[in-house]
């Protein structure tokens, strides 16, 4: 099963408004990276997020991240229609030096003008 | 955008031939990934490499090989594709240690009949 769960899987809001977003995992990690993927298009990195932090900010993202709850979450705010993508966790357990992530299945947020 | 380029973009093959997507970087980036992106799956590993002639198996390797004899050179092969095999098909590339973000492709569709 996926190491990380987002929720909602799906979120509709209009232009202007916050979006948050969730993301659960189930084993210890070293990071934690967002990214987006527009329709028909490869993942964008947004943030990486260490253990060690608890919350970090991008421009209009803020991700927080709670490692006793194993769950973190993205926001952003005064969100524009540019925003409508898909919005993936995903976890570096760091078990070996490889850079492998763990995805999960992601978050569809529509963004109405 | 980082210097990721795969071939085909698109590809229709017929159920027990043989495919191979290619995936190519100028980055000079060690590590490479292959991964599969299905509705209510995410983004599943298949294989990974850590440099030239040095692969692993991900989560989902059943029916793939890869291999990589230059450094910018990534290939997955489907010795005879199955129609499970159906997917976007993306390749991503990092530095490979902690607190590295990947960088992905425009991504392969492969439809197999």
């Known amino acids: 099963s996926q190491q990380g769960e987002e929720d909602p899987q799906a979120l509709s809001i209009q232009e202007g408004e916050n979006a948050t977003m969730n993301c659960s995992y189930k084993?210890?990690?070293?990071?934690l990276q967002w990214y987006r993927q527009n329709s028909g298009r490869g993942l964008v990195h947004l943030i990486l997020i260490r253990s060690n932090e608890r919350e970090k900010h991008s421009g209009r993202l803020r991700v927080t991240l709670d490692t006793s709850k194993k769950s973190s979450s993205l926001l952003i705010t005064a969100s524009r229609a540019a925003d409508t993508a898909s919005y993936f966790c995903?976890?570096?357990?760091?078990?070996?030096?490889?850079?492998?992530?763990?995805f999960g299945q992601g978050t569809t947020l529509q963004v109405k003008p | 955008d980082a210097g990721i380029t795969q071939s085909p973009r698109h590809k229709v093959t017929e159920t027990g031939t043989p495919v191979t997507l290619r995936c190519h970087q100028t980055?000079?980036?060690?590590?490479m990934y292959w991964y599969r992106q299905d509705p209510g799956h995410g983004l599943r590993l298949i294989h990974y490499s850590y440099g030239v002639k040095d692969t692993d198996k991900g989560e989902v390797s059943d029916g793939y090989s890869v291999s990589r004899s230059k450094t910018e050179d990534f290939l997955l092969t489907l010795e005879s594709a199955t129609s499970s095999q159906t997917s976007v098909y993306f390749c991503?590339?990092?530095?490979?240690?902690?607190?590295?973000?990947?960088?992905f492709g425009p991504g392969t569709r492969l439809t197999v009949l």
């Open positions: 995903a976890t570096d357990t760091g078990s070996s030096n490889t850079g492998k992530l763990i």
């Open positions: 084993t210890s990690i070293n990071n």
């Open positions: 991503a590339i990092s530095e490979g240690f902690s607190y590295n973000e990947q960088f």
């Open positions: 980055e000079n980036h060690r590590y």
